[in-house]
């Protein structure tokens, strides 16, 4: 779910007059789109004062295993995200691995690329799984 902009629900209460209520489940800690700063004016609906006061922090992730996530609960919730301790991937298991790899350039890295491609010719070698997350369309070719 990416962050709720507050003029995408104008045109739902001009439509619907009959609406009493309405939730808005979202994360204001989450990154928003891509280009998003170059619109200064563009907000969130977490940005609004008397909305924000009343949100509720829901405090379990499931969806991570729980070395991914009290990395991020550390380094975004302030420590106060939880994690499901039955996550199928266990603190026995190396759920991720930072690798830090200089460049000058921008969207598509090749010594990122180069990287990549050796250690997981070494895991395939091994029959080991894993997956590979990238946060640009450019890098998965």
Do not use: W
């Amino acid at each position: 779910a990416s962050q709720i902009e507050i003029g995408a629900y104008i045109p739902l209460f001009t439509s619907h007059t009959s609406i009493r209520k309405i939730c808005f489940i979202g994360d204001d800690k989450q990154l928003p789109h891509y280009g998003q700063d170059d619109i200064h004016d563009l907000k969130s609906i977490f940005e609004v004062k008397h909305l924000k006061d009343h949100a509720l922090f829901l405090n379990t992730q499931y969806r991570m295993p729980p070395q991914i996530g009290n990395f991020i609960s550390q380094a975004v919730y302030d420590g106060l995200l939880e994690s499901n301790m039955q996550h199928p991937v266990m603190n026995e298991r190396m759920a991720y691995h930072f690798i830090n790899i200089p460049s000058q350039e921008h969207r598509k890295n090749l010594g990122q690329c180069q990287t990549i491609f050796h250690i997981a010719t070494i895991l395939q070698a091994k029959n080991k799984r894993f997956r590979i997350i990238t946060t640009y369309d450019a890098q998965q070719t």
